[in-house]
């Protein structure tokens, strides 16, 4: 499988992260803050890479983790979920 080009990631995960090259590397902030409540599933409001695979990958992680927290807080199994 080939490297994701900029456009597929902004494709992607534009409507949550904005993607830019940040000296020689990659970096995504998240378009809406999380609380800092929300570290315990894995989310974070910022992320770097080198490459825009690696970005991927952890842009991907950052949708599970979502995922989970947001199972967790809709079926009332986590408190101050964030």
């Given amino acids: 499988m080939s490297a994701p080009s900029l456009d597929q990631l902004q ?8 993607i830019m090259d940040f000296f020689g590397g990659w970096i995504a902030i998240r378009r809406h803050s999380w609380s800092a409540r929300a ?19 952890r842009l991907d992680e950052q949708s599970q983790g979502e995922a989970r927290r947001n199972g967790l807080f809709l079926h009332g199994s986590a408190r101050d979920a964030g």
């Fill in 11 to 18: 494709q992607r995960h534009g409507r949550t992260w904005q």
């Fill in 39 to 57: 570290e315990r599933f894995g989310i974070r409001n910022v992320l770097g890479a080198d490459t825009l695979a690696e970005l991927a990958v």
